[in-house]
């Protein structure tokens, strides 16, 4: 699976230290600060292509260190080629692909941001080129351009525009504007969505790097620079260049860069002739894979899809089709359309501490303007990076960059650059630290276009929502209004009908009634009456009607009942009288057992007669044996103190009396003994009493079946009597 290309990217470039005094072109003999640095030590070391080590070392301090990692480093020797080759390539190839890309170069003042965008902007004679070891990114991205545009010349028409600003004190001057000893004429810009127009600004054609080479140089040479103690030829704007590319197959005729100006019209609302779309955004060939793959193993091909322009690398020139990405132009009467994209390089004025840069007057001014649109890009970038809302319009800086955050097809290449000694160490850490956030913003069109879209419907559903109050309010008067005035029309002119509050008033009723005659409403509201009338007879009727089935239904079901009843009943009966016999026959063995019974009853009633008797001896047996076992407990007793006293080797009593006496004096053990054993005697008695009371009971319980049963039995020789009497 191929991977979308990384949205954000940042370079570190580590400016040489200026041991001449001085760099390359401008500014000639170097500043204050550059001078100092040959006695510094350094303050940078890359560790890897990723990782940079910055470290504090000084005598006086703590030494500190931080390590930070971002996409690409460049030190020292890093050269011009490498940064555009390692970094920058990719963008220019995305861009013929519709990804516009944006290359800001960031950092403090006399970091080398001019040197690494523009470098050497001068004709070489030795080589007879225009294009030298220290050129910059700019001149190295239009080259190859134009190398690309003479290698497509047989399929494809590009076309390459330019354009240059610069922002000096928040406003926008066109480099390219005016005559040249003048100042660049101020342009306004307009945001549209997520788009920002510059109406007026001019754009050149660029048919050629040396066609336009003196232009460039004469747009360079205009731009504000000023000698600070940090820079001898500081820039003091920012500086944009944007290159406009326009592609088209070689057989539909030449696309113009005027179609650019009738989008600037379509923003200002006249009929635009060319119709504008869009191809697909990165987010969407994530989702579609297939359909990004599929364009790149395409080959070069003049009647390519309409979003899938062929495109050719600049650098490698291996022909790869790839799915369009950036606007599509629809001219009217053309069938094939122009795709459009864009590469803004952005060359930054530097951030600088006014005290350091030694700045006064106009000086002041520029250097207060740069450090507050440095910080309102500061904001958009920590916006981005919390997700939260953007505000672009802070600062015309950010209102041009603002297309470079928001679309969703748009690469950023940060190029943050730092000095290299100790001199700057905090200047450094703070643009790296810059450079940390910008890896780690989110380049979303929610936080732009869409975060002020919902900001503008908000405000427009307020409005709306006060005018419908207001709207309410007026109608509320009105209809007031109008309610009192019919209520005069209606006094003045009786024979309007009209509900009206007092005409409730008993006073009201018979003029109420008499209008109601006059206009015949009593008439139909009688005929009415009477309609309801028959109808609820009818409705009586039929509900009478519903009542008496009902009724004979009931009726019904009832006598079905009683004679299912009679029919058991007379079975019954017949059965009944058919076991006669069977039951005469019973009913005597019932009786005989009966008599059996009232025998053994008799006997009953004598047994619990003995029962009595037995227990009222065994009670006279059980307290002899008490007594005599009392008798038998003593001489026990005695014996076993005499057989003690022996056995201990102590006085001994012939006499158990003695032996009692001289316990008694002595000794408790003998009476707790005593007590036990009369315990024991006492729980034995009790246990053979209460099984006597248990037998006692027994017997009066029979005693009182037997009575029982001898009552039964009288009852029924009474019965039996007066049944043989009849
Ligand atoms: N990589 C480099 N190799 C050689 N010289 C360099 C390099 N980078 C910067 N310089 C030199 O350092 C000096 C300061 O660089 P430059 O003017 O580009 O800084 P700057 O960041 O653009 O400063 P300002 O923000 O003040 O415009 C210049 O003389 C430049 O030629």
């Keep these: 699976m191929i991977e979308a290309p990384k949205r954000v990217s940042v370079a570190v470039r580590v400016r040489p230290v200026l041991r001449s005094g001085g760099g390359l072109g401008r500014g000639g003999g170097g500043s204050h600060s550059h001078q100092q640095e040959k006695f510094e030590l350094e303050a940078t070391s890359r560790i890897n292509d990723t990782q940079i080590k910055v470290e504090?070392?000084?005598?006086?301090?703590?030494?500190?260190?931080?390590?930070?990692?971002?996409?690409?480093?460049?030190?020292?020797?890093?050269?011009?080629?490498?940064?555009?080759?390692?970094?920058?390539?990719?963008?220019?190839?995305?861009?013929?692909?519709?990804?516009?890309?944006?290359?800001?170069?960031?950092?403090?003042?006399?970091?080398?941001?001019?040197?690494?965008?523009?470098?050497?902007?001068?004709?070489?004679?030795?080589?007879?080129?225009?294009?030298?070891?220290?050129?910059?990114?700019?001149?190295?991205?239009?080259?190859?351009?134009?190398?690309?545009?003479?290698?497509?010349?047989?399929?494809?028409?590009?076309?390459?525009?330019?354009?240059?600003?610069?922002?000096?004190?928040?406003?926008?001057?066109?480099?390219?504007?005016?005559?040249?000893?003048?100042?660049?004429?101020?342009?306004?810009?307009?945001?549209?969505?997520?788009?920002?127009?510059?109406?007026?600004?001019?754009?050149?054609?660029?048919?050629?790097?040396?066609?336009?080479?003196?232009?460039?140089?004469?747009?360079?040479?205009?731009?504000?620079?000023r000698s600070t103690e940090m820079n001898a030829a500081s820039s003091r704007s920012h500086c944009l260049f944007m290159i406009d590319l326009l592609q088209a197959a070689a057989t539909a005729p030449k696309p113009s860069l005027s179609l650019l100006d009738t989008q600037k019209n379509s923003a200002n609302g006249d009929d635009a002739k060319v119709s504008r779309t869009r191809g697909m955004s990165m987010a969407d060939t994530k989702k579609d894979p297939k359909n990004r793959a599929r364009g790149q193993t395409m080959g070069p091909s003049a009647n390519a899809s309409p979003s899938t322009p062929p495109a050719v690398s600049p650098t490698t020139a291996q022909p790869q089709e790839v799915a369009f990405l950036g606007t599509i132009l629809n001219v009217p009467g053309q069938t094939e359309p122009v795709w459009a994209s864009k590469i803004l390089l952005a060359d930054l004025a530097g951030s600088e501490r006014i005290k350091n840069s030694g700045v006064v007057g106009d000086g002041f001014a520029e250097a207060t303007a740069i450090n507050s649109s440095l910080t309102a890009l500061g904001k958009v970038v920590h916006s981005l990076h919390e997700g939260s809302y953007v505000s672009y319009r802070s600062s015309s800086l950010t209102t041009l960059l603002k297309p470079t955050f928001c679309h969703p097809s748009s690469r950023v290449l940060l190029l943050a650059q730092v000095s290299p000694t100790q001199l700057t160490y905090d200047e450094t850490v703070n643009t790296l630290h810059f450079a940390n956030r910008v890896k780690d913003m989110k380049v979303t069109t929610t936080t732009g276009a869409e975060a002020e879209k919902m900001l503008f419907d908000f405000i427009e559903a307020e409005k709306l929502y006060d005018s419908l109050v207001g709207d309410l309010r007026i109608w509320s008067v009105e209809s007031g209004c109008k309610t009192v005035i019919r209520r005069q029309i209606a006094k003045q002119n009786p024979s309007i009908l009209y509900y009206d509050q007092k005409a409730r008033r008993p006073h009201k009723r018979e003029e109420r009634r008499a209008v109601l005659e006059q206009l015949g409403y009593l008439d139909i509201a009688a005929a009415e009456k009477d309609q309801q009338i028959i109808q609820r007879q009818r409705d009586i009727e039929r509900e009478e009607r519903q009542l008496h089935e009902l009724h004979a239904n009931e009726r019904r079901i009832q006598v079905a009942a009683y004679q299912e009843q009679r029919g058991e009943l007379e079975s019954e009966l017949k059965s009944a009288t058919g076991d006669a016999t069977s039951h005469q026959i019973k009913q005597l063995v019932l009786d005989n057992s009966a008599i059996t019974t009232g025998l053994t009853v008799d006997e009953e009633v004598d047994f619990a007669l003995l029962m009595g008797q037995h227990l009222d001896g065994l009670k006279r047996v059980g307290a002899l044996e008490i007594q005599k076992l009392d008798a038998e407990l003593a001489s026990l007793s005695d014996q076993a103190k005499l057989q003690k006293s022996r056995s201990q080797g102590g006085t001994v009593f012939s006499d158990p009396q003695q032996l009692t006496d001289h316990e008694e004096s002595s000794s408790q053990g003998a009476a707790d003994d005593a007590t036990y054993a009369n315990a024991c005697w006492g729980h034995c008695a009790a246990k053979r009493f209460f099984a006597s009371v248990m037998e006692l009971r027994e017997g009066q319980l029979r005693l009182n079946i037997a009575k029982t049963q001898t009552t039964a039995l009288e009852n029924w020789l009474k019965k039996k009597e007066a049944a043989e009497g009849r």
């Design 56 to 225: 504090q070392k000084r005598q006086e301090e703590a030494c500190r260190s931080s390590v930070f990692s971002f996409d690409y480093i460049f030190d020292q020797e890093s050269t011009q080629l490498e940064v555009y080759e390692d970094a920058a390539v990719e963008l220019v190839d995305g861009a013929l692909t519709g990804i516009n890309a944006t290359i800001l170069a960031y950092g403090q003042t006399g970091s080398g941001k001019t040197h690494t965008v523009l470098g050497e902007v001068k004709h070489n004679p030795l080589e007879n080129d225009l294009l030298t070891s220290n050129s910059g990114l700019f001149l190295r991205v239009l080259n190859d351009l134009m190398e690309y545009k003479k290698r497509r010349e047989k399929d494809l028409h590009v076309i390459v525009g330019l354009s240059c600003v610069e922002i000096y004190n928040d406003t926008i001057r066109d480099l390219f504007g005016g005559s040249p000893n003048e100042t660049p004429p101020t342009i306004k810009a307009s945001m549209v969505g997520d788009d920002v127009y510059l109406p007026s600004l001019i754009i050149k054609e660029v048919t050629s790097l040396s066609a336009v080479f003196s232009e460039i140089q004469l747009a360079i040479s205009r731009r504000q620079s």
